[in-house]
């Protein structure tokens, strides 16, 4: 994308980017060098990130891709040098929104490697395309780096690696014990079984019960790579063979193990307070049983332990929400509506930001898989972009009926009401974030701070759990 106009007194952008610090930026110098050579000094700013993702972190993210957008937009700039595409964007949807604005803004986009195929254009098209292909080309580099740590890890408990050779030899200290664990394993049958086994050979490996746990799952341990296909390592000396190894993820064991995750997932769900010891004001330690399937909060720093069950705790939060819901005062809420109405248009911008997201990642696993272009209809994917489609459109008429509703701001009250107790039913936590000030345990009672705000009336602001009554 090249715009002959000279523009008077705007700058030209070197913009440079390593996505690690240990990588450099020799080669990115080297390829602008004789673009700069054309310039006064007063006429370049070089913008360079170093360490930073375009593939993890959005454009807020990154300081120095805002600083750009942002002297685009005041007509600044006259030409961006970058060494490829990748250097500015990997975000399909990022780069489209960078590449329309400097085409609305007369900016041109100068490519400095010298194996560029292919230099920028003012087509919004042609770049979505070729920022897709750069996406692909991320994603793939991504892929094999993790191969290449499935196969060839930094370490692994229980192994001693031959960095020269590059092989694994079991580690004398730990194969004893790991042989153990592996045999007593397959004989599990239950998660009392498996709790118990955990808890002796965490001690015996000096390890936690977690690695333990990915231990069982990982097939490095049998010599084997199944992240595509079963490749066997012949540079890993194995602790079981594959078999047994399969053996393990199929039979009882495996499904007690998954059990097992399944629940402690479940139970880790459930630390969502920020709840803090009413004795020395320290934030309380979250606590689990699987076995009991039970989690409470607790604190003994120095004082009597104060300890609350997660059950109890959220019920006592649940009916702090419905009477600060029930003394909700309308009229003064009401001359707030229509910003209320502003976060639900943002939040459903963001929705179908995400809906936009998966439908291009639906599109692409369609043209790369399948054959016969002219049959992409025919494609499994191509029923999951319809029902994409579908919620898209209803989003939009979600979204339709509720902008309608805005123009009377009683109407709108009336929603923000209904969204409130629909949150307290979905999202107690999120809710809680919001009109919950403080929540603070004693040893024989709770105290829970409502958060003051205009449009409670006739609201208690502190409750206090005696017992099972919320007083």
Known sequence: MHNTRKAQNKLKVFFRRVSTTSQDLIMQESADEMYRSQYSANEILIMTENGVSAKKLDMNKRPQMKKLVSLVMKNQVEIIYAFDRTRLFRDFYESNFFVSLCKTHNVSIVYTSPGNGQQATDSTIFEGVMNIVSDIEGE???????????????????????????????????????????????????????????TVYKKKLGTSKERLLKLIQDPFYAAYDISNGEHPLSHVEPYLSFDEFKEIQAGTCGAVIESYLEMEKSLKKLNTYDIRCG????????????????????CSRGHTKILIETETLSISVEQTLERILESLNIEPLIRDSRNFFKIYKQFTSQELGLLEKEKKALL???????????????????????????????????????????????????????????????????LASLLIKNIRAYPDEL??????????????????LMGDQLL
Request: hydrophobic content about 30%.
């Open 140 to 198: 793939n580099i991504a892929r094999r780096v993790q191969e290449a740590r499935l196969r060839y890890p930094p370490k692994k408990l229980g192994f001693i690696k031959d960095k020269e050779m590059r092989t694994y030899s079991k580690d004398p200290e730990k194969e004893k014990s790991l042989h153990s664990y592996f045999e007593e394993i397959k004989q599990i049958t239950n998660q009392t079984e498996l709790e118990r086994n955990l």
């Open 279 to 298: 004795l020395c004001s320290v934030p309380m330690t979250y606590r689990y049983d699987i076995l009991g399937k039970k989690s409470w909060y607790m």
């Open 364 to 430: 692409e696993r369609i043209i790369l898989e399948t054959e016969d272009l002219n049959k992409w209809k025919e494609s499994p994917e191509y029923n999951k972009l319809i029902q994409i489609e579908q919620k898209h459109q209803q989003h939009l008429i979600k979204f339709e009926k509720v902008r309608e509703q805005a123009e009377e701001n009683k109407e709108l009250v009336n929603l923000l009401r209904d969204y409130l107790s629909t949150c307290k039913l979905n999202s107690t936590d999120f």
């Open 447 to 464: 105290n829970i701070e409502v958060s003051k705000f205009d449009y409670l009336t006739e609201m208690k602001y502190e409750f206090m």
